[in-house]
């Protein structure tokens, strides 16, 4: 299995194409944020906040890590997608290798090149706070992160996994990442505030498992911006600017903990883990009868 996983990993790399594509949908949207949206935010956040851009660039570096674990996966499954259009996946699954193992592969795969993008995103989102006013991450948060990044990617690999289940040819793959690479943005709640949307697309994104990864590496971030410009203002409206900006999620009247959010990553990844599985394992046999 680590020898497949090394092999897929080698391909992806080797792939200049790839690399590019996997990172296209956060160079849009900080392309959007330098543009127009970071002045659109500035305006819409309340007067007089110290250290309000930082506020802003941390807001979108989390959001950015966060859509960075699904785009990364969906680059990274295109190995898997190839390989069942070229027919070479029915060589390995004839081979007296186990299905799990060549399955596993792909997933473990997957995994590598998703933390990697993440962390290489992440440092450069650290940089670009710093260069801006911001400062970097203490020991504490930054472990803190890391191991919501980690969580984050398994989570979005085992979603998009379950997705690209159903795919048998490159080009159906290739639209349905551009799909979801624009979709993306929306879901995660980057291109605007969450509290700025309607109630329905509100539930929606709730609702979408990556966003919970958002939320979480948000939390990290804006934490120390957020003591500094809010020091002397009332914790209801630290509280509503939690909710509008997507820092917390609220249902019901009820803010969903920290650990909430972890939960949902754990669970929904597994769930479309086993989901996944059972659907490459029936169609596997299946070719192979």
């Known amino acids: 299995m680590l020898n497949f996983a090394a092999r897929n990993i080698k391909l992806f ?7 590019f594509f996997s990172f296209l949908t956060v160079l849009i949207i900080l392309g959007l ?16 906040i110290p250290q309000v851009k930082v506020l802003a660039n941390s807001w979108l570096i989390a959001g950015i890590a966060a859509v960075a ?3 990364a996966a969906m680059g990274a499954f295109d190995r898997m997608v190839e390989d069942k259009a070229r027919k070479i996946s029915r060589d390995f699954f004839a081979a007296p290798v186990s299905r799990v193992r060549i399955v596993g592969g792909y997933i473990l795969s997957t995994f590598a090149i998703g933390t990697l993008l993440c962390l290489f995103t992440f440092i450069l989102g650290e940089v670009y706070i710093a260069s801006n006013g911001g400062s970097i991450l203490a020991a504490v948060p930054m472990l803190q992160f890391l191991g919501v990044l980690l969580l984050a990617t398994f989570s979005s690999c085992c979603f998009v996994f379950f997705i690209v289940s159903f795919f048998e040819r490159t080009s159906a793959f290739a639209t349905a990442t551009t799909i979801v690479g624009t979709l993306i943005g929306f879901l995660m709640g980057i291109y605007l505030p969450i509290g700025a949307l309607p109630d329905s697309v509100q539930t929606v994104i709730k609702l979408f498992p990556p966003s919970h ?9 804006m934490r120390q911006p957020m003591e500094v410009g809010f020091a002397n203002v009332p914790s209801s409206t630290v509280r509503q600017f939690q909710e509008y900006m997507g820092v917390v999620y609220v249902y019901q009247g009820h803010t969903m903990p920290a650990w909430g959010h972890g939960l949902v990553l754990a669970i929904s990844g597994a769930l479309f883990f086993l989901l996944a599985l059972c659907n490459v394992l029936r169609k596997s046999k299946k070719d192979s009868t």
């Open 33 to 48: 944020y330098v543009v127009f949206l970071n002045d659109i935010w500035l305006q819409s956040l309340p007067e007089g």
């Open 69 to 71: 674990s699904v785009t």
């Open 13 to 19: 790399f080797r792939e200049k194409s790839a690399v």
């Open 213 to 221: 990864a958002a939320v979480l590496m948000r939390r990290i971030l």
